[in-house]
């Protein structure tokens, strides 16, 4: 599967961005979808994580409240609304998918769970 994400920028501190994860080359409908970013210096981190049909979802508790994960199967979309941007959102962010697995009720939410990954959106967020 290829990813490729969408959607990331510069915005002010307060400010939102929907990030989009498209798939290609075969279907992600069926298998558990994630976003991960990396600041500078930083490891990868995992931010959200949602299941093949939508029927759970998982956030890191820094962003709970402020992004939510959501997908489109028709569209073999994953997308990413982060609002309320804090400065510490700043990173390189990342979708991935588990092909492993397909079908699998649970979210994933170590980067060693997922087999393929995008190039990654930088967001920066300003003071």
């Known amino acids: 599967v290829q990813l490729v994400e969408s959607g990331g920028g510069l915005v002010q501190a307060g400010g939102s961005l929907r990030l989009a994860c498209a798939g290609s080359?075969?279907?992600?409908?069926?298998?558990?979808m994630g976003w991960f970013r990396q600041a500078p210096g930083k490891e990868r981190e995992f931010v959200a994580a949602i299941t093949w049909n939508g029927g759970t979802t998982s956030y890191t508790d820094s962003v709970k409240g402020r992004f939510t994960i959501s997908r489109d199967n028709a569209k073999n979309m994953v997308y990413l609304e982060m609002n309320s941007l804090k400065v510490e959102d700043t990173a390189v962010y990342y979708c991935a998918t588990q092909t492993r697995y397909m079908w699998n009720v649970r979210t994933p939410l170590a980067p060693d769970e997922y087999d393929d990954w995008g190039q990654g959106t930088q967001v920066t967020v300003s003071s």
């Open positions: 080359g075969r279907s992600v409908s069926t298998h558990a």
